[in-house]
């Protein structure tokens, strides 16, 4: 039985039960004001009375997931499918032209004809799970093993997610079954105080999430049915800043792939968030602001690094509302403000020195419509940390027109009318996937 994303299943209770001829592969999409499709795969399975969907995003590495579909006998054909994808979604069953037909309505009103077919079923390639701990400071941290289907010993990776994906392993859970599909077992693990690990992830530091990788390297190295010489790490955005810190000095890593990773400090990064955001925006603003901008971002992560009491960062705070960058700031209302919790446990991302200690081969894919990691900021600084370490092995990819989540932003793009005019849908380039997996492929002597 094929085996599924790390991600359980999401069963519906249906309000009637769905017919057999429901079960398997439909295909399609949908069709956005007329002119661009979102492709997606739906696979049914019938159990009695309820009815199990996978969702297979065709545009985003195959990516799959349980999604909630319900099942209700009416309407003038076999009856009517219903789910929140994409917005209000309602298919007719027609199962004599095995077809599923309807629209999708956007929150502003918006109706989108939606159509899928049945097809011959397909299997991607298989990966198994198991289950592991491992013990990094006085925690026990829980995850799993995504293994190919091919006879061991695997190369593998450690899979470091950013900030913003949630510290769960099904935070790397995508990257990993990619991965797995090519050769290449991965490693995904609840962070600290997540899913069945034990601590507190409100807590955990920055220098602790470098012991987390760092022993979660060491466990992929002991394991038996890992390749030892062939060890290395996949890490997305905030990653960046724990992956140096945990590779430098070591000599046991063998690759590490780096998606949107910044190469300067956290205070840096979010100084150059703000000017990046201002250089996005209609208004013109001068050099001087600029640099004042940049400097109270900068300055507050600092403050918030060495503890320094409300009453000071107030007074930085209540001088920057007044300047004509405010708005694309970050200004704490208060001492518990949630960015000034995160700075304060994360004193330890200071990147550029770590960065000059890299042996390992490195592919870092950086975006160019990102703000979040400035490509213009940080390229730089990468290369010549490696430079200076002396390391030659560092490939660098700039992913044209896409941004921080590494996809291209959705518009009406164009003038006049189709095919001129059409709706680009947010979507990530094959090359991200297919340039990750033959590098790491490579490096490690998989043979294509």
């Known amino acids: 039985m094929r085996r599924l994303l790390l991600l359980v299943l999401l069963a519906s209770a249906a309000a009637a039960q769905p017919p057999d001829g429901l079960a398997g592969r439909w295909s399609g999409a949908a069709i956005y004001d007329g002119t661009t499709p979102r492709l997606f795969d739906l696979e049914f399975a019938v159990d009695g009375d309820r009815l199990e969907t996978v969702l297979t995003m065709t545009y985003n590495g195959h990516e799959r997931f349980g999604y909630d579909f319900t099942f209700a006998a009416e309407g003038p054909l076999d009856g009517v499918l219903t789910s929140g994808l994409f917005g209000e979604m309602r298919l007719l069953v027609d199962l004599d032209e095995g077809t599923l037909r309807g629209t999708v309505t956007a929150d502003d009103g918006a109706a989108s004809p939606v159509f899928l077919q049945r097809i011959l079923d397909y299997d991607l390639p298989a990966y198994t799970l198991a289950e592991v701990s491992f013990v990094a400071g006085a925690d026990t941290l829980a995850g799993a093993l995504i293994l190919p289907d091919a006879p061991p010993p695997y190369p593998a990776a450690v899979i470091v997610?950013?900030?913003?994906?949630?510290?769960?392993?099904?935070?790397?859970?995508?990257?990993?079954?990619?991965?797995?599909?090519?050769?290449?077992?991965?490693?995904?693990?609840?962070?600290?105080?997540?899913?069945?690990?034990?601590?507190?992830?409100?807590?955990?530091?920055?220098?602790?999430?470098?012991?987390?990788?760092?022993?979660?390297?060491?466990?992929?190295?002991?394991?038996?049915?890992?390749?030892?010489?062939?060890?290395g790490v996949l890490s997305n955005s905030a990653g960046g800043w724990v992956t140096p810190l945990a590779l430098a000095g070591r000599d046991d890593v063998a690759f590490w792939v780096s998606l949107v990773g910044p190469a300067e400090s956290l205070a840096d990064q979010q100084g150059h968030t703000t000017t990046g955001l201002m250089r996005r925006s209609d208004q013109t603003f001068s050099q001087a602001d600029y640099q004042a901008a940049f400097d109270f971002q900068s300055a507050l992560v600092r403050l918030a690094w060495r503890d320094a009491p409300w009453t000071e960062m107030e007074l930085l705070v209540a001088e920057a509302r007044d300047q004509p960058w405010a708005e694309f700031a970050l200004l704490p209302e208060g001492p518990d403000d949630a960015d000034l919790r995160y700075y304060r446990l994360h004193a330890a991302y200071e990147t550029d020195v770590a960065l000059a200690r890299i042996t390992a081969p490195t592919y870092a894919v950086y975006a160019s419509d990102d703000f979040i990691v400035e490509p213009s900021e940080n390229i730089p600084k990468l290369r010549a940390a490696f430079a200076e370490a002396g390391n030659e092995d560092l490939t660098v990819v700039l992913l044209e027109g896409a941004n921080h989540s590494l996809g291209r932003t959705g518009a009406v793009v164009g003038e006049g009318d189709w095919p001129q005019r059409w709706t680009r849908l947010w979507t990530r380039p094959p090359e991200l996937y297919t340039g990750v997996v033959a590098r790491v492929r490579e490096t490690v002597g998989l043979a294509d």
């Not at 991965?179 to 962070?191: K, M, Q, S, T």
């Not at 390297?217 to 030892?228: F, G, Q, S, V």
């Open 161 to 231: 997610p950013g900030r913003g994906f949630g510290q769960t392993r099904g935070a790397g859970a995508a990257w990993g079954t990619i991965l797995a599909r090519n050769g290449i077992a991965a490693l995904v693990f609840d962070a600290r105080g997540t899913g069945a690990s034990t601590g507190d992830d409100s807590l955990t530091t920055g220098a602790q999430r470098v012991e987390d990788l760092s022993a979660a390297l060491d466990l992929l190295r002991a394991r038996p049915e890992i390749r030892p010489d062939a060890v």
